[in-house]
């Protein structure tokens, strides 16, 4: 298997940090699209803005780099115009969840056929870490010098809650289930999202004393565990890991077409 | 064949040329005095196979018609200045990536959530500089059903040939105005689809390489050739940059595809201007009321007479430096505190002799208050 196939090389090297997560998430991303043997020309990967979002112009897919926050409003109107495409968007946390909160949860309710990949770094890393909806109390960055008060989001409920049909996390350090779950997201005729927790030691990791990529990655091993583990029993405060839903529930796409047909009919 | 005629609201004309243009993709966000566009749209589309979303703002409705128009659909959305504002950032997105889309601004009385359900002319600039950044657009207008027809297939004809958005300036006076319209037959106005690339699969497409007429070929999203897009600052392949060569070419290019082939945008009508020593310059609904002026004062031998513009963005300068050439004085008519006006100023020779009559109270400009200026003019009091 080579994903090397799936990559611009042209336009090599990325900007990322040494260390950085995303590109744990890219390669794994590419080894689910691999695994499904999916058309490379039915393949769109549409994002907004951050450094997560510059993921889309190194894939050979067609590529859409879009605004900060919108990248679900454009991949609505890629998806619907051409239903046979599959649609893939890679966000930031802030990306995601700030600026794109509103397109977030609408996205979610339509149960539109898009797979959204939430690359939560906790930080806004791009524009020199600022902390981000999904930093939480009590951390350190540009605009927290004396540590956060606002709480976070949680993305798995906010995706629940908004109806999202199906809906996974996991984390950089845990790659394998990257690629198991975007593979599963990648199937699923509906609206999925996977969030993937993903190390910015250059950002997040320095200040807030989690030390250096290794170390965060370890961290992610230490404090996630499997949905209903054990673990998650006798320490409640670890972040679980896994597919929280799956379920098939009527998709946009499928029913706008159903409505052309009553209309044409009537 | 017999010609259809039918007594409807300004917006529903904008509906008819739509579809006529071709669109098959409509998103939207409803907001008085636009709503029937999208209502329509929403009846109509899947009827013929096409697509409706109801977004869940503004912002995304734009987003979302970007999206289609690269997988090679004709897309349009619908608004009103405050929905128009918050597609300031996406407009951008279009002109930076060369995105034919069509937006039908439907003026009402501003600042803010304002006037929603009276007339206004207040956009005239947030059309011109409301995104961010030196670009340029292409901005259309109308004052009656007929043109309004006219000037929607034109709106979808220059976005494709130009490959960038097109503000359809409407205002809610000619918007929710009913009369007659008289659809266009099949074929009787030119309907022009986007130019598409030859380059065959496997071999090197540059999205963003200009012909040496400076159009670029599109590819559709889901075809065989993929590339990026990206509002950055790109090269030839679509990929962000920040060599100056490479940015100094682009936004020539942006500006220089559309400044440049003015004289193919610009659209106009013109009623009586040959020895006119006064002359009236207006558009969409203020030029009604431009036109009754003129046309009763020719009535009592008076030489006044009428530029309608129907092409706002590029300002068809040379075109009223010339009209203008011999008229003794110029008035601007108008439904806000002066914009087109400004740009008058600017292309004739004697800036002195150009006035301005408005309204801004929200109520339709009237015979009377251009005559009240007129008056004003002459020295002759109200």
């Known amino acids: 298997m080579a994903i090397d196939q799936y990559l611009r090389k042209r336009f090599f090297p990325h900007i990322w940090c040494a260390g950085c997560g995303h590109g744990i998430v890219l390669n794994n991303m590419l080894r689910a699209v691999d695994q499904l043997q999916v058309n490379q020309n039915e393949m769109v990967m549409v994002s907004g803005i951050g450094c997560s979002s510059r993921i889309s112009g190194y894939v050979d897919f067609h590529s859409l780099h879009t605004l900060h926050g919108r990248a679900l409003a454009f991949a609505t109107g890629v998806k619907m115009s051409q239903p046979n495409l599959t649609v893939i968007c890679p966000m930031g946390d802030g990306d995601a969840l700030a600026i794109g909160g509103n397109h977030f949860i609408h996205a979610c309710r339509r149960n539109i056929d898009l797979t959204a990949i939430v690359m939560n770094n906790r930080i806004y890393g791009m524009t020199g870490g600022q902390f981000s909806p999904l930093s939480g109390t009590g951390i350190s960055a540009t605009t927290s010098p004396q540590k956060t008060i606002d709480r976070e989001f949680d993305i798995i409920s906010l995706s629940l809650a908004s109806g999202a049909t199906f809906v996974a996390r996991t984390t950089a350090y845990h790659h394998k289930e990257i690629t198991t779950y975007i593979k599963e997201a990648l199937q699923h005729p509906g609206f999925s999202v996977v969030e993937i927790l993903s190390q910015c030691p250059t950002h997040f990791g320095r200040r807030n004393q989690q030390g250096d990529a290794t170390e965060m990655l370890q961290l992610y091993r230490q404090n996630t565990t499997s949905i209903g583990s054990e673990a998650k029993q006798k320490q409640p405060e670890l972040i679980e890991r896994g597919i929280f839903r799956q379920e098939i529930a009527p998709e946009y796409c499928a029913e706008y077409a159903e409505l052309i047909n009553r209309a044409q009919q009537s | ?382």
């Open chain 2, 1 to 382: 064949m017999r010609q259809r005629t039918e007594f409807i609201q300004g917006n529903e004309a904008c509906v008819h040329a739509a579809l006529y243009a071709g669109l098959d993709f409509f998103a939207g966000y409803p907001i008085t005095p636009s709503s029937e566009i999208t209502e329509h749209m929403s009846a109509q589309l899947p009827r013929i196979g096409g697509r409706f979303l109801q977004m869940e703002d503004e912002i995304s409705s734009l987003c979302s018609i970007i999206g289609a128009s690269l997988t090679g659909h004709k897309v349009m959305t619908a608004t009103s200045g405050p929905g128009f504002s918050l597609m300031q950032e996406a407009l951008g997105f279009a002109v930076m990536t060369e995105i034919p889309c069509v937006i039908a601004d439907v003026q009402r009385g501003g600042p803010s959530t304002g006037l929603p359900t009276h007339g206004s002319q207040g956009d005239v600039y947030q059309a011109r500089w409301g995104t961010q950044g030196d670009h340029a657009i292409i901005s259309l207008t109308a004052s009656n059903h007929q043109d309004l027809f006219a000037m929607t297939v034109e709106a979808f004809n220059m976005a494709e040939t130009f490959r960038t958005p097109v503000v359809l300036l409407l205002d809610e006076i000619t918007a929710h105005m009913r009369e007659p319209l008289t659809l266009p037959q099949e074929g009787e106005i030119p309907i022009i689809e986007r130019l598409r690339t030859s380059v065959p699969e496997g071999v090197d497409y540059h999205p963003y390489l200009p012909r040496e007429d400076g159009r670029l070929p599109m590819s559709d999203f889901g075809g065989k050739h993929r590339y990026n897009v990206t509002g950055l600052y790109h090269d030839m392949w679509g990929f962000p940059t920040t060599d100056p060569n490479v940015i100094h070419g682009l936004i020539h290019h942006l500006m220089d595809k559309i400044e440049n082939h003015a004289h193919e945008i610009t659209r106009y009508r013109e009623y009586y201007l040959d020895d006119a020593h006064t002359v009236l310059i207006s558009y969409g609904c203020s030029a009604r009321t431009a036109l009754h002026v003129v046309t009763s004062r020719r009535k009592r031998g008076e030489k006044l007479g009428l530029l309608e513009l129907q092409s706002l963005w590029p300002f068809p300068a040379e075109l009223v430096r010339a009209k203008c050439e011999h008229a003794r004085y110029i008035l601007v008519v108008e439904m806000n505190m002066g914009q087109v006006v400004h740009e008058v100023k600017k292309a004739v020779l004697d800036p002195e002799r150009v006035y301005l009559a408005n309204r801004v109270d929200g109520e339709f400009i009237t015979p009377t208050d251009v005559r009240n200026i007129m008056r004003l003019i002459h020295g002759r009091g109200v």
